[in-house]
T-cell receptor
Framework: NAGVTQTPKFRVLKTGQSMTLLCAQD?????MYWYRQDPGMGLRLIHY?????????GEVPDGYNVSRLKKKKQNFLLGLESAAPSQTSVYFC???????????????FGDGTRLSIL | AQTVTQSQPEMSVQEAETVTLSCTYD???????LFWYKQPPSRQMILVIR??????QNATENRFSVNFQKAAKSFSLKISDSQLGDTAMYFC????????????FGGGTRLMVKP
């Protein structure tokens, strides 16, 4: 029962490098989210997806791209095309689902990825 | 846009005592959810309790309870019989129903339970 799994758990990049963070959930949840958490702060939403093949911007989307392929709908990828020191943060993936028309379930979070950009 | 404010950056409490963490929010929505999440040093985000705005009854989960004041837009968390394992960051979060059900988090309160 893995829940939400994030890969990698820790990474150091140089400015300008690119990388992709992978989020995989085994609960067949329709909603998936990427957040970032800076020191001493709450989580802020980067991008989210309400279903396979769909993505949308959150509060802080600049510098990031996401992908949720139809064939691998339980995966949600977060990409940094050209990493900047300001993107040093802890990144969390989350997923949730809707039961019926009005009942929304809490988000389940992965354990986070600590990303440092030098 | 919604905003969530936690006015207490740090708090401490003696083991076995009771502590209340404050949270206020600003929204024009009528239907929404509110949550408290716990983040221990392990960095995991753990759901503590949730409240549906349409329910007047305050939510309770074992030693955790909330005081939800919809008109005042206040959502405080009370921890009774505090335990050392309650030491963590606590985040209040608001979820607007629809449009992806995104969470808006407060800045957090660091709680230290002292033996």
């Amino acid at each position: 029962n893995a829940g939400v799994t994030q890969t990698p758990k820790f990474r150091v990049l140089k400015t300008g490098q690119s990388m992709t963070l992978l989020c995989a959930q085994d609960m067949n949840h329709e909603y998936m989210y990427w957040y970032r958490q800076d020191p001493g702060m709450g989580l802020r939403l980067i991008h989210y997806s309400v279903g396979e093949g769909t993505t949308a911007k959150g509060e802080v989307p600049d510098g990031y791209n996401v992908s949720r392929l139809k064939k691998k709908k339980q995966n949600f990828l977060l990409g940094l095309e050209s990493a900047a020191p300001s993107q040093t943060s802890v990144y969390f993936c989350a997923s949730s689902y809707r039961r019926g028309s009005l009942t929304y379930q809490p988000q389940h979070f992965g354990d986070g990825t600590r990303l440092s950009i030098l | 846009a919604q905003t969530v404010t936690q006015s207490q950056p740090e708090m401490s409490v003696q083991e076995a005592e009771t502590v209340t963490l404050s949270c206020t929010y600003d929204t024009s929505e009528n239907n929404y959810y509110l949550f408290w999440y716990k983040q221990p040093p392990s960095r995991q985000m753990i759901l503590v309790i949730r409240q549906e705005a349409y329910k007047q009854q305050n939510a309770t989960e074992n030693r955790f309870s909330v005081n939800f004041q919809k008109a005042a837009k206040s959502f405080s968390l009370k921890i009774s019989d505090s335990q050392l394992g309650d030491t963590a960051m606590y985040f209040c979060a608001f979820m607007r129903i629809g449009a992806g059900n995104m969470l808006t988090f407060g800045g957090g309160t660091r709680l230290m339970v002292k033996p």
